[in-house]
T-cell receptor, first 114, second 112 residues
């Protein structure tokens, strides 16, 4: 059983640029969720994907978008970066939607927008 | 609108004593509650969970208590160990398999 991995670990971008963050979910897990964690705050839900379809979205603008692939990998794309987008971005995988279950988190990508 | 609140940003306890971390929530639709532990430079790690149909769940040194009428849950760690020093997040879910709503976290420091 492999864990959840994310790349890159750190990233520096300038305002207005676009960024793609990547996540490799735990094998066999059909859901992947992305969270944004600002300094001193808890993680905030961005969106969830289930079997390559978006399945719920938090209070984030459309410039935050995602993809999930059949090989348990996924991407978070952010366009037109703003200074407030600086945060730790976490992905989490879960087994399915049929029951409450814990989500397994990756180590995160630290994004800095200058 | 903070639906899950952890009002203590930090807690310091002596090794061997009990650590009690508290969490309050406002949404009565929450059905499932979880605690995560986070070390620096790592993602949150699942600790223990509880369904709304229970009022207590125990796993080794960790026990979670749920008081639905007060919309309050707590995590007890007995005995506390220095390796327990981390940030603890409580989280809640109202959607089966769906999104988690997190509190702001409490930083626990266990001193030898």
């Amino acid at each position: 059983e492999t864990g959840v991995t994310q790349s890159p670990t750190h990233l520096i971008k300038t305002r207005g640029q676009q960024v793609t963050l990547r996540c490799s979910s735990q094998s066999g897990h059909n859901t992947v969720s992305w969270y944004q964690q600002a300094l001193g705050q808890g993680p905030q839900f961005i969106f969830q994907y289930y079997r390559e379809e978006e399945n719920g979205r938090g209070n984030f603008p459309p410039r935050f978008s995602g993809l999930q692939f059949p090989n348990y990998s996924s991407e978070l794309n952010v366009n037109a970066l703003e200074l407030d987008d600086s945060a730790l971005y976490l992905c989490a995988s879960g087994s399915d939607l049929s029951s409450y279950n814990e989500q397994f988190f990756g180590p995160g990508t630290r994004l800095t927008v200058l | 609108d903070q639906q899950v609140k952890q009002n203590s940003p930090s807690l310091s306890v002596q090794e061997g004593r009990i650590s009690i971390l508290n969490c309050d929530y406002t949404n009565s639709m929450f059905d499932y509650f979880l605690w995560y532990k986070k070390y620096p430079a790592e993602g949150p790690t699942f600790l223990i969970s509880i369904s709304s149909i229970k009022d207590k769940n125990e796993d080794g040194r960790f026990t979670v208590f749920l008081n639905k009428s007060a919309k309050h849950l707590s995590l007890h760690i007995v005995p506390s160990q220095p390796g327990d020093s981390a940030v603890y997040f409580c989280a809640a879910s109202a959607i089966v398999g769906g999104k988690l709503i997190f509190g702001q976290g409490t930083e626990l420091s266990v001193k030898p």
